[in-house]
């Protein structure tokens, strides 16, 4: 899935020219963490001061070292998002992996236009992945509840 988007970057990703900020994602490992949003809550509180529960969190890697980065999503907010809205467990995950993808190439939401700029390159990107049947099954085990 991560190398057809590397492959086809540059029909999801805007020019960097046109977009201040904007490069191409980098080269080397990229590292896939699949969490529950308690410990997704616990990253975004450590390294981003906000305890909140969120969906997506992406660290950027050094490649220099040969790292692109890290993608960290939460398999929760994903399961629960899906149900609610009726959606696909496994397009859900995929669409939180494409959006840390994305931040890894510079986009980010915070902003009314950036946020605008980012949903529409996730689209182009889920489009390219449904139509080459790239979409990663994903399926949903609860973890474990610890003993007392």
Do not use: Q
């Not at 970057?9 to 960097?16: F, G, N, Q, R, S």
């Amino acid at each position: 899935m991560v190398h057809l988007l590397d492959a086809h970057a540059a029909a999801i990703l805007p020019l960097p020219s046109a977009v201040p900020g904007l490069h191409p994602v980098p080269a080397g490992e990229l590292s896939l963490a699949f969490l529950t949003d308690a410990a997704l809550a616990r990253l975004h509180a450590r390294f981003l001061d906000d305890p909140s529960v969120t969906d997506v969190i992406t660290f950027a890697g050094t490649p220099a070292s040969g790292l692109a980065g890290e993608i960290c999503v939460s398999a929760d907010t994903a399961r629960a998002f899906a149900r609610k809205h009726g959606r696909d467990f496994s397009a859900e995950l995929t669409l939180y992996l494409v959006h840390g993808w994305l931040h890894l190439a510079g986009h980010d939401d915070l902003e009314p236009v950036r946020k605008k700029r980012m949903r529409a390159a996730e689209a182009r990107a889920m489009r390219l992945l449904c139509a080459a049947g790239e979409i990663p099954r994903f399926a949903f085990i609860a973890p474990a509840r610890a003993r007392p």
